[in-house]
């Protein structure tokens, strides 16, 4: 069975009430966290592209990526856990893993599969809640998440 159903959080899904790109993040992590995440994606076979500002270069070890100096140019990884949907991850501190998912590439049931299988890949890999706002919202306020507890991704907020 699902971890969730479409007809209860179709709202959370909806980019006109989230935003287009909700923010995802797993809070207290380390580089090791980061390492495991490039990892994981290579494991998986997900396609994935790591680019420095307008370069797109071969993907370094999350040591050598968070090691760069504050001023240095922008990261990202980017990530087709599926082809056709993009996860975007902005490596900027060790401490905090976040990312954006672009909801319009994720309609119905199969959207929300694919979020959740998405999701709980990574928490289970990393052993921690993978948590989703609204676009710019608070982290304070996730409306879903993987909870590692239940192993599975649960309802955080009411439905809007």
Excluded: Y
Aim: aromatic share 8%; with cysteine.
């Amino acid at each position: 069975m699902a971890d969730l159903q479409w007809d209860e959080v179709k709202n959370f899904f909806d980019p006109d009430l989230m935003g287009a790109l909700p923010d995802v993040f797993v809070p207290g992590t380390s580089a090791e966290d980061w390492q495991r995440v490039f990892d994981l994606a290579q494991a998986r076979g997900w396609q994935r592209e790591f680019r420095q500002g307008d370069m797109t270069l071969p993907l370094p070890s999350a040591a050598e990526v968070l090691a760069r100096p504050s001023d240095a140019e922008l990261v990202e990884l980017k990530i087709w856990p599926v082809p056709g949907v993009l996860a975007i991850f902005r490596i900027r501190v060790a401490e905090e893993i976040d990312f954006d998912i672009d909801l319009r590439e994720l309609p119905g049931q199969t959207g929300v599969d694919i979020l959740c299988g998405f999701l709980t890949d990574i928490g289970r890999e990393l052993g921690k809640p993978v948590l989703m706002t609204p676009e710019g919202g608070s982290q304070d306020h996730p409306v879903l998440g993987f909870d590692p507890a239940h192993d599975r991704v649960v309802l955080l907020a009411e439905p809007l």
